[in-house]
C-alpha cells in the first residue's frame, strides 16, 4: 500500500533556532516528492518539488533532501521565523494517471518568540 | 489572477440536506480535485477530473457527486448530507497530473 508517514508529529522551536522535519514513503513508483507547507485555515502551498534524480533542492530559507534509495526525504528550515509556524506536509507522487497524490499527515510546527 | 477559489468558506448543515460547493480555478488547468482533511489524517481525495466533462472517484468517494461542466469549475455535491462528512474541503488544480497543484483555501463543512 502506497503510504507516506511523517515524523515529528508536532515540533516547538524558538526564533532563530534551525529545524529538520523528516518524511518516509512506500510509493511507487515514484515521480517526484513535494512539500508543502500549510497555515492554519489556509490550503497548502508548494515549497520545494523533487524529482527522483534530485538530491536537494532549496527555496529561500527552506531545504529539502531526498535519498531515493532509503525512500526519506528530509525538508531542513534555516534561522526559523514566527512566520514558519504551520504544517509541512509531504506529498509523493507515483506513476499512476490521475489519481496519483499521496499526502502525509504533516507536521506541526511552532516557533516560538 | 485569483488561482483557485472555493466557495463557500463555511457551511453548517443539518443531517440529511443537501448543498454543493464550487470551486474556480482561472490558471487553464486541466485537472482539478476535491480532498477532505481531517484532524490528524492527511489530504484524502475524493473525486478527481482531467478535463471539462470528465469524472472520477478517488479515495473516499462515497456520498459525493461531482461535475466539471466547465473547464474552469468544479462542483462537489453532497446530497444528504452526514455527520460523518464534518470536514475542511479543499479544492486544487493542476496542469497536469504531476506538476505543482495549487489549493483553494478550503471550506469548512459542519454536519449537526
Known amino acids: 500500500k502506497n503510504q507516506v508517514e511523517q515524523s515529528p508529529q508536532s515540533l516547538i522551536i524558538l526564533e532563530g533556532k534551525n529545524c529538520t522535519l523528516q518524511c518516509n514513503y512506500t510509493v511507487s513508483p515514484f515521480s517526484n516528492l513535494r512539500w508543502y507547507k500549510q497555515d492554519t485555515g489556509r490550503g497548502p502551498v508548494s515549497l520545494t518539488i523533487?524529482?527522483?534524480?534530485?538530491n536537494t533542492k532549496s527555496n529561500g530559507r527552506y531545504t529539502a533532501t531526498l535519498d531515493a534509495d532509503t525512500k526519506q526525504s528530509s525538508l531542513h528550515i534555516t534561522a526559523s521565523q514566527l512566520s514558519d509556524s504551520a504544517s509541512y506536509i509531504c506529498?509523493?507522487?507515483?506513476?499512476?494517471?490521475?489519481?496519483?497524490?499521496?499526502f502525509g499527515p504533516g507536521t506541526r510546527l511552532s516557533v516560538l518568540p | 489572477n485569483a488561482g483557485v477559489t472555493q466557495t463557500p468558506k463555511f457551511r453548517v448543515l443539518k443531517t440529511g440536506q443537501s448543498m454543493t460547493l464550487l470551486c474556480a480555478q482561472d490558471?487553464?488547468?486541466?485537472?482539478m480535485y476535491w480532498y477532505r482533511q481531517d484532524p490528524g489524517m492527511g489530504l484524502r481525495l475524493i473525486h478527481y477530473?482531467?478535463?471539462?466533462?470528465?469524472?472520477a472517484k478517488g479515495e473516499v468517494p462515497d456520498g459525493y457527486n461531482v461535475s466539471r461542466l466547465k473547464k474552469q469549475n468544479f462542483l462537489l455535491g453532497l446530497e444528504s448530507a452526514a455527520p460523518s462528512q464534518t470536514s475542511v474541503y479543499f479544492c486544487?488544480?493542476?496542469?497536469?497530473?504531476?506538476?505543482?497543484?495549487?489549493f483553494g483555501q478550503g471550506t469548512r463543512l459542519t454536519v449537526v
Open positions: 506529498v509523493v507522487i507515483f506513476d499512476n494517471y490521475g489519481q496519483n497524490f499521496v
Open positions: 490558471m487553464n488547468h486541466e485537472y
Open positions: 523533487m524529482t527522483f534524480s534530485e
Open positions: 486544487a488544480s493542476s496542469l497536469t497530473e504531476s506538476t505543482e497543484a495549487f
Open positions: 477530473s482531467v478535463g471539462e466533462g470528465t469524472t
